[in-house]
């Protein structure tokens, strides 16, 4: 694989639930599983082997206080809940179909962004050949 595959999932980004239990059984929150789903319906089958190197962007809304032009129009870091590796968790676990297992991501690059000025919350990742 020499391009980068990238996927851009519009929303809010979707941290990897608590397993829940019930009837003897654990399962995953319908919250995760409906945010795991919609990132595996924008990637295609691909069943990429090798290496691989993932770059994440969770780009969340940008609240109201951070509004004023005292702040930059770009991407602002962000600070609070959720937690990023419970947002990478959610995504590698979103890519095992596109692997073929996310063991084998050996490089991550993640950040965790409030949205520009105007424009919407997102999940964009890059997928590329590690190097």
Same mark, same amino acid.
């Given at each position: 694989?020499?391009?980068? #595959? !990238?996927?851009?999932? &519009?929303?809010?980004?979707?941290?990897?639930?608590?397993? =829940?239990?019930? /009837? *003897?059984?654990?399962?995953?929150?319908?919250?995760?599983?409906?945010? %795991? /789903?919609?990132?595996? @319906?924008?990637?295609?089958?691909? /069943?990429? &082997? *090798?290496? #691989? %190197?993932?770059?994440?962007?969770?780009?969340?809304? =940008?609240?109201? =206080?951070?509004?004023?032009?005292?702040?930059?129009?770009?991407?602002?870091?962000?600070?609070?809940?959720?937690?990023?590796? /419970? +947002? #990478?968790?959610?995504?590698?676990?979103?890519?095992?179909? !596109?692997?073929?297992?996310?063991?084998?991501?050996?490089? +991550?690059? @993640?950040?965790?962004?409030?949205? %520009?000025?105007?424009? +919407?919350? =997102?999940? %964009?990742?890059? #997928?590329? &050949?590690?190097?």
């Amino acid at each position: 694989m020499d391009k980068t #595959i !990238t996927i851009v999932l &519009e929303g809010t980004p979707v941290p990897k639930g608590r397993p =829940r239990f019930g /009837n *003897g059984r654990a399962y995953t929150p319908k919250r995760t599983k409906d945010y %795991e /789903n919609a990132l595996k @319906a924008l990637i295609k089958e691909q /069943n990429i &082997e *090798g290496p #691989i %190197e993932v770059t994440l962007n969770a780009v969340f809304p =940008r609240p109201q =206080r951070l509004m004023p032009k005292k702040y930059p129009d770009g991407l602002i870091l962000h600070t609070k809940r959720p937690d990023l590796d /419970n +947002i #990478i968790k959610a995504v590698l676990d979103a890519l095992n179909k !596109t692997l073929q297992d996310d063991a084998q991501v050996c490089v +991550i690059h @993640a950040y965790k962004y409030y949205a %520009e000025r105007h424009k +919407i919350a =997102r999940t %964009e990742v890059y #997928i590329k &050949e590690a190097s």
